[in-house]
């Protein structure tokens, strides 16, 4: 049974920074895509970067690139989403989401991952 479990949310001012980590169990997890999405109150879910099978690929949202850093740690069996240079736009619930399938390819379709965990909140005051 596979559980994704988030974590390091909060509370920081604009300009600071968080680190996101999610935690799974089930399946051999460098096998799997992994990705981050976000979802803001009354907005759509939204991706924010995700993790190619065996760290191969990153991919990011606009957005986000080159203030997020997406990574994976085999021996901890976690994922983790550096967040920098923090903005009031990026205040939401932090998910972590799997694809089902090992062979499958990084992807940015939210109904393309199969697993999600609980979510984890971030705000960022102004």
């Known amino acids: 049974q596979v559980q994704l479990v988030e974590s390091g949310g909060g509370l920081v001012q604009a300009g600071g920074s968080l680190r996101l980590s999610c935690v799974a169990s089930g399946g051999t997890f460098n096998l799997y895509v992994m990705g981050w999405f976000r979802q803001a109150p009354g907005k759509e879910r939204e991706f924010v970067a995700a993790i190619s099978r065996n760290d191969i690929s990153t991919a990011y949202a606009d957005s986000v690139k080159g203030r997020f850093t997406i990574s994976r740690d085999k021996e901890k069996n976690t994922v983790y989403l550096q967040m920098n240079s923090l903005e009031p736009e990026d205040t939401g619930v932090y998910f972590c989401?799997?694809?089902?399938?090992?062979?499958?390819?990084?992807?940015?379709?939210?109904?393309?991952?199969?697993?999600w965990g609980q979510g984890t909140q971030v705000t960022v005051s102004s």
């Open positions: 989401a799997r694809r089902s399938n090992a062979y499958y390819s990084i992807s940015r379709r939210i109904y393309e991952y199969t697993y």
